[in-house]
């Protein structure tokens, strides 16, 4: 079994835990369309950690740098799945920071992985919203259409989702 695998499984279908059928009740109940998590803090629990990046895979500052730091996020990999977590660029080749129009092919192409592939969960930090500059109404509503059963979400972009 190699690393991946202890950590995520054999990516076959996961049979939810009693705290996740919890969590979803008190979603259903209260409304809540996502699960939140604190801004600034790393998951407790096996997930992908979704990043904004450069196209040019130099993590080294932000949530880049915790990805590649603790999530083996592979260096000159600036898009997609990278050990694990996963790359969303917001700058481009030469670290500058990419039109917001250039950036949402990238977060279509997230969203749909999260609706086709359900057993894998994403810790989605504030993409575009630290160093590429974006505001949270900016970035936040692009990723209304995540999957509600496998993303964790920025708390501080409740307001921008719900």
Request: charged letters at 25%; glycine letters at 10%; hydrophobic letters at 35%.
């Amino acid at each position: 079994m190699n690393g991946l695998e202890a950590m995520f499984g054999d990516g076959g279908y996961e049979e939810s835990t009693h705290e996740e059928q919890q969590e979803f009740a008190i979603r259903r109940v209260t409304g809540t369309k996502f699960k939140y998590h604190q801004d600034g803090t790393l998951p407790s629990y096996p997930c992908f950690f979704v990043f904004g990046s450069n196209l040019s895979g130099i993590h080294g500052a932000g949530a880049a740098k915790a990805a590649m730091d603790r999530f083996y996020a592979e260096r000159y990999v600036g898009f997609g799945f990278t050990g694990h977590s996963y790359a969303i660029p917001t700058k481009d080749y030469l670290i500058e920071t990419m039109p917001l129009e250039q950036i949402k092919p990238y977060i279509r192409q997230f969203v749909h992985i999260t609706q086709n592939q359900r057993y894998k969960k994403f810790f989605v930090t504030r993409v575009g919203c630290g160093l590429a500059g974006f505001k949270d109404e900016e970035i936040a509503p692009l990723f209304r259409g995540c999957s509600v059963d496998n993303v964790s979400m920025p708390d501080t972009w409740k307001e921008y989702l719900e």
